[in-house]
Nanobody, 118 residues
């Protein structure tokens, strides 16, 4: 069973920065595609960014140029650096694991709250 633990959320003013961290259990982290997702109140969960096992990245248009996803395979960790935060970035942020044999994110952390004030 894969377990994920997110941290790094908090309250920040618009224009500020936060870095989210997600630590993943197990020995196979390096082959996973990792993703960050978010869910705002009353809205569906949406993809924010993803990074493949080879390091290629994809971003949602709303965060392109402001957020950066990265990974450290030696530490079983994926990061989301969030700069120039906007009020509309307020949400619970989750990281997810997509295993090589799957075509969906099947494992999730508990989430970390990010609140951006105006």
């Amino acid at each position: 069973q894969v377990q994920l633990v997110e941290s790094g959320g908090g309250l920040v003013q618009a224009g500020g920065s936060l870095r989210l961290t997600c630590v993943v259990s197990g020995r196979h982290f390096s082959v996973y595609t990792m993703g960050w997702f978010r869910q705002a109140p009353g809205k569906q969960r949406e993809s924010v960014a993803r990074i493949s096992r080879l390091g290629s990245t994809v971003y949602a248009e709303s965060v392109e140029g402001r957020f950066t996803i990265s990974r450290n395979n030696a530490k079983n960790t994926v990061y989301l650096q969030m700069n120039s935060l906007k009020v509309e970035d307020t949400a619970v942020y989750y990281c997810g694991v997509e295993k090589p044999q799957s075509q969906s994110f099947d494992y999730w952390g508990q989430g970390t709250q990010v609140t951006v004030s105006s």
